[in-house]
Nanobody, 122 residues
Framework: QVQLVESGGGLVQAGGSLRLSCAAS????????MGWFRQAPGKEREFVAV????????YYADSVKGRFTISRDNAKNTVSLQMNSLTPEETAVYYC???????????????WGQGTQVAVSS
């Protein structure tokens, strides 16, 4: 059974930082690209960041470039998302996902976590 479990969400004030983590099990973690997506209330799910199988390549949505950093630890089967200078507009449920094809399209991902809530106050 493949399972992705996000953690680290919570309430943070605007301008603050938060670090999300995703623990994977039941798959060959180091063979998958890992992505982060988010879904705000009443909005469609959107791409945030992706990292390739080795961690050597990263790609970010324009809205988070320079503020967010995605990283992975293949020895621990984890992927993280460091989020800095957060704004209230980034309040959303954040999802971890796995895909061996390295893509920004959510339809291209094979496995998804349950999500972790991030709330940014004014």
């Amino acid at each position: 059974q493949v399972q992705l479990v996000e953690s680290g969400g919570g309430l943070v004030q605007a301008g603050g930082s938060l670090r999300l983590s995703c623990a994977a099990s039941g798959l060959s973690f180091s063979t998958y690209a890992m992505g982060w997506f988010r879904q705000a209330p009443g909005k469609e799910r959107e791409f945030v960041a992706v990292i390739n199988w080795s961690g050597g390549s990263r790609y970010y949505a324009d809205s988070v470039k320079g503020r967010f950093t995605i990283s992975r630890d293949n020895a621990k089967n984890t992927v993280s998302l460091q989020m800095n200078s957060l704004t209230p507009e980034e309040t959303a449920v954040y999802y971890c996902a796995a895909d061996r094809s390295y893509t920004v399209r959510d339809s291209g991902y094979d496995y998804w976590g349950q999500g972790t809530q991030v709330a940014v106050s004014s």
